[in-house]
């Protein structure tokens, strides 16, 4: 087990599902709190840790929202972002492609232009210091309605060259993809990819709604779509990639048990399963951890975390020869680790 750990560390890499705003550690919230003059209602590192335990979806975005406020200046996001790459660089992963939520800093004051040129600026410092390559995904925030979806759209007008996709995340029950299809169509329009949260809490349907209503070209999570056979065929036939998210499906309780984590029969229903750190800072652990969690407690193999680590540069959104280039660093390093 410590050697597939080590094993894991050193092979070629893609994180699909990163929420920047939650690589956000605790060190920090205090950091940026001290410098941008924002009161905390945290007195130590250990008391915002301590406050970390979540029964639902709901009881993180409370306290996930609250951490971003110490986010002001294009530094702080630049900050974030490259302290966020390093990490994951030390885990192996060499592309990613991140969400940020702008909606969070907007309406605290905060202008797109700020927090996008910061991101923009880590991901070329990324780039430089670590040969990672990134892309970035506007999400929109699911609890707010659709004109303020329309609103960050038009923010975004200026950089769409250097956005990737369109993402939707926070909180699911409630607000279902159909509430983001108009929003989904313009940024489909406007030449961005689609991926949305789906299935985490919400029902299979959503899942369907998020293929039919906002064409998606990734499902975040997806974890509930195995409660509907014909879903499952459906994502199968259509090479569906599936961002999943261990640590975090564990810490908000979607899977509450770790030995009942459904990755492995995800890989062996052949759905395209990808492991991801969701939001790292909160759940505990960075990619690398993500696999390593499920080796006890599901039996994950050399041969699954093959499959993972491929998965994770075919469902990318990098070109096919940046894949292939990938795909064939994954065989060099699996025949020099035999
Ligand atoms: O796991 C998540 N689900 C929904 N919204 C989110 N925003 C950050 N992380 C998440
Ligand atoms: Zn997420």
Redesign the pocket.
Known sequence: MADLAGFIRGLPKAEL?L?IEGSLEPEQMFEFARRNRVDLSYKSVEEIRAAYEFSRLQDFLDIYYAGAQVLLTEADFRDLALAYFRRAHADGVVHAEI?FDPQTHTDRGVPFATVADGLLAGMAAAERDFGMTSKLILCFLRHLDEDAAFATLKDAEPYLDRIEAVGL?SSEVGHPPSKFARVFAAAAAQGLKRVA?AGEEGPPAYVHEALDLLQVDRI??GNRALEDPALVERLVASNMTLTV?PL?NHKLCVTPDLRAHPLKRMLALGLRATVNS??PAYFGGYVGANYTALIEPIGLTRDDVLTLARNSFTGSFLPQDAIDKHLAAIDRYAAAHA
């Open positions: 599902h929420h969400f995340d949260h975040d999570h998210c975090s969701d939001d």
